[in-house]
């Protein structure tokens, strides 16, 4: 099990928020890497000393090169509650991106069809009339801005695959590190700076709202932005 316990945003005894790290997979794939899924249902075994099969859902994912808040439910019950919610869009997210060119607009909303590429893992910009082509919506606004680099906040209004990164892509400001998408080098880690820094949504037992806001990871270039991210 890894330090786990050091990053949970959140927990009780139908959630538990994780703070995902940079080039950590969320679930496991063909990789065989240890995912986050994995660590989290072994912290539930140990901590509560559960037998056999562990339950733990997973609600929604981030891209195993992205960092931040990621929900599990520790009941079907609220497995079921939250997957309707995300459905529904009753799940509020926001991102932080790092980026080396200046948005021409410091804040914006962008509006773009994408369709994925399931061979190459891509999402690409096409017409609205393009068979398969989903509506991709996000508002985005400069936070603050360092000698190399500008930090945006993304208030994500549609889950499409990959949506941040390529519309972030298509008005020339590709995300640090993201190669995939148009930036010229990658991170050292295999991350790049997109962070999922607040999500809120309705508890779907308690019924009262929960709020979650995820530390940014460490290092450069964040640590250019610390008074903006805390």
């Given at each position: ?6 990053r949970i945003l959140f927990e009780d005894n139908h959630i538990l928020i994780v703070n ?91 509006e773009n069809y994408l369709l994925k590429n399931e061979e190459k893992n891509k999402s ?67 991350s790049i700076c997109l962070h999922a820094w607040k999500i809120s949504f309705e508890h ?27």
């Amino acid at each position: 099990m890894s330090d786990i316990a050091q990053r949970i945003l959140f927990e009780d005894n139908h959630i538990l928020i994780v703070n995902k790290l940079p080039s950590e997979i969320v679930q496991g794939d063909k990789t065989g890497d240890v995912s986050l899924l994995d660590d989290v249902k072994s912290y539930i075994k140990v901590k509560y000393n559960k037998p056999g099969e562990v339950f733990a859902g997973l609600v929604h994912r981030i891209d195993r090169p992205v960092s931040g808040a990621v929900v599990f439910a520790k009941t079907s019950k609220a497995l079921s509650r939250l997957t309707v919610m995300i459905k529904d869009r009753d799940f509020a997210k926001n991102y932080l991106a790092i980026v080396k060119i200046r948005p021409k607009m410091d804040e914006a909303q962008l509006e773009n069809y994408l369709l994925k590429n399931e061979e190459k893992n891509k999402s690409f910009i096409v017409r609205s009339d393009q068979k398969g082509a989903k509506l991709a919506r996000l508002n985005y606004r400069l936070i603050a801005s360092s000698d190399n680099f500008h930090l945006l906040e993304i208030e994500l209004l549609t889950g499409r695959h990959h949506q941040i990164r390529a519309q972030l892509s298509a008005i020339g400001c590709p995300i640090k590190g993201d190669l995939k998408y148009g930036y010229d080098r990658s991170n050292d880690d295999g991350s790049i700076c997109l962070h999922a820094w607040k999500i809120s949504f309705e508890h779907p037992v308690k019924k009262e709202m929960i709020r979650i806001q995820a530390p940014a990871p460490k290092g450069v270039p964040w640590k250019f932005f610390e008074s903006f991210t805390t």
